[in-house]
Nanobody, 118 residues
Framework: QVQLVESGGNLVQPGGSLRLSCAASGATFSFYNMNWYRQAPGKERELVAGISRYGVANYADSAAGRFAIFRDNVKNMVYLEMNNLKPEDTAVYYC????????????WGQGTQVTVSS
């Protein structure tokens, strides 16, 4: 069982930056691919960025060039650095862990609110 706790969400002006953090505990962190999803009001949850257990990152088109995902396998942390934020980035951001060694399991955090508004 993996526990995921997100932090770092806030109200920020357009063009601003935020760093989201996700602390993982309860399992071998390096066995997991880690992802950030977001869900805006009235919309489906969507993948924003992911990073494999080997550190290979991938991004949604909406995030490419503005967001960066990285992980620290010693601290059991995954981060989402968000720059040049836009109002359409407003959403609840969720940390997601997918176990890729042994049996497949999926875990979610509780989410952190990001609001981009002037």
């Amino acid at each position: 069982q993996v526990q995921l706790v997100e932090s770092g969400g806030n109200l920020v002006q357009p063009g601003g930056s935020l760093r989201l953090s996700c602390a993982a505990s309860g399992a071998t962190f390096s066995f997991y691919n880690m992802n950030w999803y977001r869900q805006a009001p009235g919309k489906e949850r969507e993948l924003v960025a992911g990073i494999s257990r080997y550190g290979v990152a991938n991004y949604a088109d909406s995030a490419a060039g503005r967001f960066a995902i990285f992980r620290d396998n010693v601290k059991n942390m995954v981060y989402l650095e968000m720059n040049n934020l836009k109002p359409e980035d407003t959403a609840v951001y969720y940390c997601n862990a997918v176990k890729v060694v042994g049996d497949t399991r999926v875990f979610w955090g509780q989410g952190t609110q990001v609001t981009v508004s002037s």
